[in-house]
Structures are given as C-alpha cells and as structure tokens.
C-alpha cells in the first residue's frame, strides 16, 4: 500500500493563560502537640466484676429475653460516652447484667432504633448500680464480689454526668 502524500498535523494545545494566583498570608499554629499521637485512655477492666454475672437475673429485659440465668452475662455499653469506640471496648463499669438473647439485641440487632437500644441499656445500668450498691453493702456477699462491686460504683461516681 503506498502513502499519500498527507502528513499528519501535529496539534499542540495551549494552556489557557491564567491569572496570578493570589498569594494569602499562611498562619500555621502550634504543631508541636499535633505531632505526637494523642494518649488512649486506659481501658478500666475488672474481671471478677464480669464474672459476676454468672446466674444473675437479667437487668436488660428486652422484649426477646429468656429469663435464662446460665444465660446471663455482662453485656458492655455501646456508647461512646462510655468509652467505647473502633477497638475498643467500654470499661468494665459500664456493663450490665443480660441474658444471651438480650444481649444479642443490644450487640447486633438490626430490628431496634439506637435510640431504644441506648434507652434500654441506660434504664438497665441504672438497675445495675443499684445492684453492685447492694453487693458492696451487704455483708453475706464475698469480699471479692463487695471489692468489685465497690471498684464499678467508685469509676461511676467519678464521672456522674453519665449515668442517669
């Protein structure tokens, strides 16, 4: 096949002229502290306080519980109020009492408003720390159980605000 004798045009796009910027002054603050990472709180855990929760009755009571106490665990707050966040867990304090089915709902349950979800466990922690005032007062309790229940009160005093 032999070339025609056109050549191609080669076609250069100019760039349209652009106004000189405006220059603004830079006010940069301090970034000293924003350099470091900022310090997680440390996570408040109280192991026998969640192993408390073996053959209590249930303080979440939500429409779907089994009254089953073998069932009962300490079911932690969703709340970033109370700690908790992306890998990390609420402190020990901010559990409560609740059955396998209850705290399934609170955990994973996508039939429930956060709203409710928030509603219920708060009316539940409040259950709760009466509860551990009554283990801390009682003198038929172990002292394990008087020690732990003492310790939750104690970190739920120190931040009043967020416990109804």
Same mark, same amino acid.
């Given at each position: 096949m032999?070339?025609?004798? $056109?050549k191609?045009l ?6 349209p002229?652009?106004p000189?910027? /405006?220059?603004?002054p830079?006010v ?15 996570p ?5 306080l969640?192993s ?9 009571r939500?429409r779907?519980?089994? $009254?089953d106490t ?5 079911a932690h707050s969703n /709340? /970033?109020?109370?700690?908790k ?5 609420a ?5 409560v009492?609740a059955c396998?089915?209850c705290h399934?709902w609170?955990?994973?349950?996508y039939d429930?408003? $956060?709203e409710?979800?928030?509603?219920? $466990?708060?009316?539940a922690? %409040?259950?709760q %720390?009466?509860e ?9 309790s172990s002292?394990?159980d008087?020690a ?7 970190? /739920?005093?120190?931040a009043p605000?967020?416990v109804?």
């Open positions: 032999k070339r025609s004798g $056109f191609r080669q076609v250069v796009h100019m760039p002229s652009v000189q910027r /405006l220059e603004r830079v940069m603050a301090d970034c000293s502290a924003m350099s470091q990472p900022m310090a997680k709180p440390e408040q855990r109280n192991a026998h969640l408390m929760a073996r053959g209590r009755p249930c303080l979440l939500t779907l519980c089994n $009254f073998a069932t009962t665990v300490a /709340l /970033l109020a109370h700690g966040g992306r890998g990390r867990k402190d020990d304090c901010y559990s009492w396998a089915r399934a609170l955990d994973g349950s429930a408003e $956060f409710q979800k928030e509603a219920a $466990f708060m009316s922690l %409040v259950a %720390v009466e551990w005032k009554a283990i801390a007062d009682s003198a038929a002292p394990k008087r732990a229940a003492k310790w939750a009160v104690q970190r /739920l005093q120190q605000q967020e109804a």
